[in-house]
């Protein structure tokens, strides 16, 4: 294990996790250990966000790396900058939690646009994944979160194992606001309907991603590469690699909450979807109104996953798909365009046994393919109201989805 880390400390750790002037903060001048460690990437938030983040957990023996980060102008506003810039000067003189503080805000060191939150995640994890390594934090587990979340009480007590994998906590946005909070349950119902329907029909993964919901163990991470230099979409690109090295364990209890808030800081993601449903319920506050798919989209995708399946048993089944039968055309239609040859091929006929040939399907089927399919499936099955989609669903499976979504 320690050389799988030191491999990617040599070889694909950031600078500043290699940097000597690290063991110079006040956090780090005594040797302390710690128990645990949490990554936060922090753009024009508030100077108290880190005290509410944390606020619940006040025995964890915790150390929070806070990257304090920005792009250049004019990709972000003067008073983002400066509000990071005030931002960073604050963490400085911080006494509420032992705390490093990475500057990625004045000039000469600011974030590149399209690397992001992506780069500023792997700059505090790979000073985490360091400092484990060191021995000054003793938990294996490298906690990601954000400044809009609220970590509930037993947050660090609940993974209870050691071995190496990811766990990924759920979550809920919240608000004061009512029209945002009604925002909020709808995206959050409609991304919990998305999840659940892929484990209705056994796809492998079926799990949440979002950045501030994330524990990955430290060799998981440094097998993975660390997180994807990307300005949006980081969390979804690195859960996907993670799962390909260990299936992902998603936690259903304790439950973190996130702030609901409008955004643009990136193309997409929660920030745009709000706004966007916002301006729905603006027309319509029923939410009637508010599109989601059609769960058709997730039969078809499992029938998808069963013909995969069956292909990796006996290169016939990749030959003899019926013909006459709608719904096997449309998923012909689509793996095509997913680009299926690539491995349905004599490679993949190659391999010496079923597992390792299953293996390579569901490798190459993977998140960001299941995504694709679910899109494509709604050039035959487009999007519906998602409140009349939830009363036809089986209600273990709504009832499911709604809890998880906070609605009661």
């Not at 645990?36 to 880190?50: R, W």
């Not at 209870?160 to 906590?169: C, H």
């Given at each position: ?29 005594q ?5 645990n ?10 100077e ?25 102008e ?14 960073l ?23 590149p ?64 606001d ?129 013909y ?27 793996l ?21 040939r ?16 679910v ?34």
């Amino acid at each position: 294990m320690d050389r799988v880390i030191d491999h990617y400390l040599q070889h694909y750790a950031e600078p500043e996790a290699l940097s000597s002037s690290l063991t110079r903060q006040p956090a780090l001048t005594q040797k302390q250990r710690y128990k645990n460690v949490l990554v936060i990437p922090a753009f024009a938030e508030s100077e108290h966000f880190l005290a509410e983040v944390v606020s619940r957990c006040s025995d964890a023996q915790l150390l929070c790396i806070v990257v304090a980060n920005a792009p250049a102008e004019p990709v972000a506003t003067k008073q983002q900058i400066q509000s990071t810039l005030k931002l960073l000067n604050s963490l400085k003189h911080s006494e509420a939690t032992p705390l490093l503080m990475v500057d990625r805000a004045t000039p000469g060191v600011r974030i590149p646009h399209k690397q992001g939150v992506g780069l500023a995640r792997k700059v505090g994890t790979d000073i985490a994944l360091r400092l484990y390594r060191e021995g000054q934090i003793t938990s294996p587990w490298l906690y990601q979160t954000d400044a809009d979340a609220r970590l509930p009480e037993d947050y660090f007590n609940a993974i209870s194992t050691q071995r190496p994998g990811t766990i990924v906590f759920s979550h809920r946005h919240i608000s004061a606001d009512p029209g945002l909070a009604h925002a909020a349950k709808l995206y959050d119902t409609h991304m919990q309907y998305y999840v659940h329907a892929l484990a209705v029909q056994g796809s492998p993964y079926a799990y949440p991603t979002l950045g501030s919901t994330i524990a990955v163990h430290a060799v998981n991470y440094a097998k993975a590469r660390g997180f994807p230099k990307r300005n949006a979409g980081e969390d979804f690109h690195l859960l996907n690699k993670l799962n390909k090295l260990e299936a992902i364990t998603w936690l259903k209890q304790p439950i973190i909450e996130v702030q609901a808030r409008r955004s643009t800081r990136v193309v997409f993601g929660t920030g745009p979807a709000l706004q966007k449903i916002a301006s729905i319920l603006e027309k319509d506050p029923s939410g009637e109104s508010y599109l989601s798919y059609d769960y058709r989209c997730f039969e078809l995708l499992g029938k998808a996953l069963n013909y995969l399946a069956l292909c990796s048993l006996d290169r016939q089944f990749s030959s003899s798909a019926p013909t006459d039968d709608p719904d096997q055309v449309r998923i012909s239609n689509i793996l095509r365009q997913l680009g299926v040859h690539k491995v349905l091929n004599d490679k993949l006929y190659q391999q010496p046994n079923t597992a390792q040939r299953q293996r390579l399907v569901n490798d190459w089927f993977d998140g960001l393919k299941t995504l694709r399919f679910v899109h494509l499936a709604r050039s035959y099955f487009p999007n519906t109201s998602l409140r009349q989609t939830l009363t036809k669903l089986p209600p273990s499976l709504r009832n499911e989805i709604t809890f998880q979504a906070g609605i009661v």
